[in-house]
């Protein structure tokens, strides 16, 4: 079990890594400028934390945080910023990639026909690879640009799934935090590619970089576990505050919440209704999206009402029997007064002997 943990961490990484350095590779192919290489660099912090990992915590993920998600953000966010920004120089009008890549086919079948022709020979294989990686270059930059998003939301999807999880995380939590990153990402996704292919976007630089900083904002939750994660707190005089108490029982559907209003859909709804107010851009798929995020926004509303009217009425509905509420939310029968408060602590901590003889009596 060990090694499948150290196998599972080590290719997990390799990947993130090898996605990063195509994404640097296509940089600087595109600005033609060697010194862009020197972003390969940042995949040293990812190599650093992989050997930080393995030798203090054997290759397992960390609680409410993954430090291998959050350094891929770092290394290919940067490429695909500088790609996006460049793309609005590139242009294939008649789809030009799409000829060079069938003249490229053309060639690619020229030389198996003719490696099939004197087989045994390493000089056609080695012919083939260099005609195949002469395909990947003639392809059109914008459709690189769509492949790099595509690829990179796939793999913060699979590499969370592949990394090995920690004590602090159940298999079940996993599964429905991966279910709720494919999610997220088709809408960022979908958010990237609908506003920055709008033409009057692409003419303002202030603009796309507008929308690259909302689109690298709704990113940094991937490395975060809180979704389905509750905080654990300790039954203290402390935790019977209203908040804490509301923080304890509902935390994952707060982080939920807090997530889709000011991290994704908040800020989206913000852009695209920027772009139709201010800008006047308006389009079909625009429209609808926009129309999408204030039901998502209002939804979101609806139920922190929802949560909150709930807990409310569960307090006061307690707080007239006397009881006392504590995390994980579990009822405690107390018959403290408010001089009584230090001995609170204590009274939480251990029930009357009159519930735990209650089991005792029914047999």
């Known amino acids: 079990m060990e090694l499948m943990v150290l196998l599972n961490a080590l290719v997990t990484r390799l990947l993130f890594v090898l996605h990063s350095l195509i994404g640097v590779w296509r940089v600087t192919a595109v600005k033609k400028e060697p010194k862009y290489w020197l972003l390969a660099l940042l995949n040293l912090l990812l190599c650093l934390e992989t050997g930080l990992t393995l030798k203090f915590k054997q290759g397992r993920g960390y609680k409410w945080f993954s430090p291998a998600i959050f350094l891929y953000l770092i290394c290919i966010v940067p490429s695909l910023w500088l790609l996006e920004i460049h793309h609005g120089t590139q242009y294939c009008g008649n789809e030009p990639g799409a000829v060079q890549v069938n003249v490229s086919n053309q060639d690619f079948n020229q030389s198996r026909e003719s490696s099939h022709a004197s087989e045994g020979t390493d000089h056609h294989i080695i012919q083939t690879a260099k005609v195949f990686v002469n395909q990947l270059s003639t392809i059109c930059e914008t459709v690189w640009t769509l492949a790099l998003h595509q690829t990179f939301l796939l793999l913060l999807v699979v590499g969370r799934w592949l990394l090995p999880i920690g004590v602090e995380i159940t298999r079940d939590q996993l599964s429905q935090l991966l279910l709720m990153f494919v999610g997220t990402a088709a809408d960022i996704l979908e958010f990237a590619s609908e506003t920055l292919d709008i033409e009057d976007v692409r003419k303002n630089y202030a603009l796309i970089n507008a929308i690259l900083a909302v689109w690298t904002w709704s990113m940094l939750q991937f490395p975060l576990d809180l979704a389905v994660q509750h905080i654990g ?15 304890c029982r509902y935390s994952a559907e707060l982080w939920n919440i807090g997530v889709s209003l000011f991290i994704q ?3 989206f709804f913000i852009v695209r209704s920027i772009l139709m107010g201010h800008f006047r851009i308006f389009n079909q798929m625009l429209v609808f999206f926009t129309a999408k995020n204030i039901l998502v926004v209002t939804l979101q509303l609806y139920r922190l009402a929802v949560i909150t009217l709930d807990f409310r009425a569960t307090v006061l509905q307690k707080s007239r029997k006397g009881e006392v509420c504590c995390c994980p939310c579990e009822p405690y029968e107390a018959h403290a007064t408010s001089h009584q408060e230090n001995e609170m602590k204590e009274f939480v901590a251990f029930p009357p002997k009159e519930e735990s003889q209650a089991p005792s009596e029914d047999h």
């Open 265 to 267: 859909d908040g800020p």
């Open 233 to 247: 707190c300790k039954p203290s005089t402390s935790a019977r505050r209203i908040p804490s108490l509301l923080l």
